[in-house]
């Protein structure tokens, strides 16, 4: 199973633990798993077509999956995706 780093905005969602775990043979796969999980996440990850919210930034081992394959991207036993909400605002 893949590693998860959840960001302090999810944890609510998560029942407040900073690192899950899912499986999954790819980053869409790992994501929904967690969703299935934990659905209070479904809709803050993922938008109405399937994909990932244009505000949710996914790294896999540190590299943005937008990058390399996007939900496609294939995940490993020992590998961590992170999930970084976009911020905004500022002055």
Known sequence: ?????IPPVLRPSVGGEKEVQAG???????????AS?????????????????RYVNVYLNDEDVRVLNGLDTSVGESDTLVILPAMAGGV
């Not at 199973?1 to 780093?5: F, L, R, S, T, Y």
């Not at 809709?43 to 919210?53: E, I, K, P, S």
């Open 1 to 5: 199973m893949a590693k998860i780093k």
């Open 24 to 34: 999954g043979e790819d980053v869409g796969a790992v994501l929904r798993a967690l």
């Open 37 to 53: 999980e934990h659905p209070a996440t479904q809709t803050q990850l993922f938008g109405a077509d399937g994909q990932l919210n």
